[in-house]
C-alpha cells in the first residue's frame, strides 16, 4: 500500500504560506521536518500529535488517500483559506482572548509543594512562565533523588497559563507518558513585585495508585533569567525540616477552622 503521509503533509502545509512558518507554529526543527516530506522518516508519537493538533486531524485521517484527504481539509477551511480550528482548540482560544497579561509574572520559579508519591516529603521543582504571540506557555522540572548516589529521575510537564477572574490558572500535562494532567490555581501578587505565588493545585499521583489528590502549592520568583543547571541542581524531594521553615509551613494541607472544603488563605 502506497504511503500518503509525506504528501498529505505537504499538501496541508500548502496551505501556509511557507514549510518554514509551519516548523516555527509546531515546534519541529526544519531539518527533521524535511525527512518527514521526503519519507525518508516517520514522526514520533509526540511529533505525529502535535502535527495532528496543529493541521487539526487525526493520525487516522492524515493517512488517508490524498484525493480524500484534501477534500476533508477543504471542508474544514474557513472562509478567509485557513484551516478551521476543530472545537477544542477554539475553546482554548476563548481562553487566550479572555485571559488578562501576565507580563509581570513572567520569568524562573521554584515551586514547593507536598508529593502525591512521597509522603511526608516536599518537592522543589523548577518552572518558567514566558510570552509568544500573545499566550503565556509553562515548563515545570521535577527531579527525584530517592537515594544518595543513585541517578535522579526527572519528569516534565508543559502547559499554559491564563489570568481569569482575579486568579492565575496553570494546566499541564506530564510529557513522556501524558498520562497525568495538573491544574494549579493561584493568587496574583498585589505586592510592587512578585516574591512568592500561593494557591491550590490538583492531580494524581505517577507512582502510587491513581487516586485523585489536591494540595497547597507555593512558587518563589527567581527572576527573569536564572542559571538553569544551578538552579536545577538544587531541586528534588526534601523533608520539610531541609527548607525554610516558612515555606514549610504555608504549604501545610489542612482544613481552615470553620471551612468544609480545602482552601487557603492569602499571602
Same mark, same amino acid.
Given at each position: ?7 498529505? +503533509? ?5 496551505? =501556509? ?52 484527504? $484534501?477534500? #476533508? #481539509? ?9 484551516? $478551521? ?16 497579561r501576565l507580563d509581570r509574572y513572567v520569568g524562573c520559579y521554584y ?50 497559563? =491564563? ?42 499521583? #505517577? ?35 531541609? +527548607? ?24
Open positions: 500500500m502506497q504511503d500518503t503521509f509525506p504528501a498529505n +503533509l505537504a499538501f496541508a502545509c500548502s496551505l =501556509f504560506p511557507s514549510i518554514a512558518d509551519v516548523c516555527r507554529r509546531v515546534g519541529i526543527n526544519r531539518q527533521q521536518f524535511n525527512k518527514y516530506l521526503s519519507g525518508q522518516v516517520r514522526p514520533s508519537r509526540h511529533n505525529m500529535r502535535r502535527i495532528c493538533d496543529f493541521f487539526g486531524v487525526t493520525e487516522s485521517e492524515l493517512l488517508l488517500e490524498e484525493g480524500r484527504f $484534501a477534500d #476533508l #481539509l477543504s471542508l474544514r477551511r474557513d472562509r478567509r483559506g485557513e484551516i $478551521a480550528a476543530p472545537p477544542y482548540v477554539r475553546q482554548i482560544e476563548k481562553l487566550v482572548r479572555l485571559s488578562a515551586r514547593y509543594f507536598y508529593a502525591f508519591s512521597y509522603p511526608g516529603r516536599i518537592i522543589r521543582s523548577f518552572a518558567m512562565l514566558w510570552e509568544r504571540d500573545g499566550r503565556y506557555y509553562w515548563k515545570n522540572i521535577e527531579r527525584h533523588a530517592h537515594q544518595v548516589g543513585q541517578p535522579a529521575e526527572v519528569s516534565k510537564y508543559d502547559g499554559m497559563a =491564563f489570568f481569569l477572574g482575579e486568579r492565575i490558572m496553570v494546566v499541564e500535562y506530564e510529557r513522556l507518558l501524558a498520562t497525568s494532567i495538573t491544574e494549579m490555581m493561584l493568587y496574583p501578587s498585589y505586592r510592587s513585585s512578585v516574591d512568592y505565588l500561593l494557591g491550590l493545585q490538583t492531580g494524581g499521583p #505517577l507512582k502510587r495508585g491513581r487516586m485523585p489528590s489536591a494540595s497547597t502549592v507555593m512558587l518563589e520568583y527567581l527572576g527573569p533569567q536564572v542559571d538553569f543547571r544551578r538552579a536545577l541542581s538544587r531541586c528534588g524531594t526534601f523533608a520539610p525540616d531541609e +527548607l525554610d521553615p516558612r515555606i514549610a509551613k504555608l504549604i501545610e494541607n489542612r482544613i481552615l477552622p470553620d471551612s468544609w472544603v480545602f482552601e487557603i488563605e492569602q499571602l
